[in-house]
């Protein structure tokens, strides 16, 4: 029998940013998801028996909302607040990305990392093993999740597992990429780290004098914290 091949990691292309979407989404506590204006007023408000206590939103390029709960559920709204479709996981879904084909990627309590088409449906699971606490996927639909043991774990598009980054010495909570498909994972142990899309690692914050919570880049490589310290930080691309 010959042996399947394992995948290896290609750097891609970097690919040039989309433009910023002024529509910011929220889901809260009171079991709503919200779409506000960059002026702070309410584009909309839905409210749905499906909606638990709001976990994690996201939100892609035609202002679809993904919003995922504390009753294992992510439901899709369109962009006037009208619930599409809603996935039930087995357990509770911990962080969501989105594709730029619109494939959905859920993060799950039970170490799962899953992936959605654009219409709801399963398309495959890896399970990690440990909690995975953050999901992220690039221009080139590799997809990485944050875990538990403080390791960033690479799929390909077709779910499967290319390689490791052991980053942190806890929970990776938050991830992101940029445009040059770079990673970003921050920490319960503190940090924030950026390593290449091959696993060199550029820098390592270590401003935080608490957990590092999530962690976004801007188009020009501007990367912004939030910590359970109480601060929010904005660090240029070298980590200043």
């Not at 970097?14 to 809260?28: E, L």
């Not at 976990?55 to 709960?69: F, P, Q």
């Not at 052991?166 to 390593?195: E, M, V």
């Amino acid at each position: 029998m010959t042996p399947t091949p394992t995948p290896t990691l290609t750097p891609t292309p970097s690919v040039t940013p989309a433009t910023a979407d002024p529509v910011i989404s929220i889901a809260g506590s009171d079991s709503t998801v919200r779409n506000v204006s960059n002026s702070g007023s309410i584009v909309w408000r839905n409210t749905t028996d499906v909606l638990g206590v709001g976990t994690s939103v996201i939100h892609d390029l035609s202002y679809n909302v993904y919003a995922s709960t504390s009753l294992n559920t992510v439901s899709k709204l369109n962009s006037s607040g009208v619930e599409q479709w809603t996935y039930t996981a087995a357990d509770d879904v911990t962080s969501l990305a989105i594709s730029s084909a619109d494939n959905l990627i859920l993060g799950t309590f039970d170490n799962k990392v899953i992936k959605l088409n654009p219409a709801g449906a399963f398309l495959w699971e890896y399970d990690a093993g440990v909690i995975i606490h953050s999901v992220a996927v690039d221009a080139n639909h590799y997809v990485y999740a944050g875990g538990a043991d403080g390791k960033v774990y690479v799929l390909t598009g077709a779910g499967v597992l290319i390689t490791s980054y052991s980053i942190a010495t806890d929970a990776i909570l938050g991830l992101a990429t940029d445009h040059k498909n770079n990673i970003y994972a921050s920490s319960r142990d503190n940090t924030l780290t950026k390593l290449s899309q091959l696993g060199t690692v550029a820098w390592t914050f270590n401003g935080h004098t608490s957990d590092v919570n999530d962690v976004a880049v801007d188009e020009d490589e501007r990367v912004y914290t939030a910590s359970t310290d109480g601060t929010i930080r904005k660090l240029d691309k070298n980590g200043n």
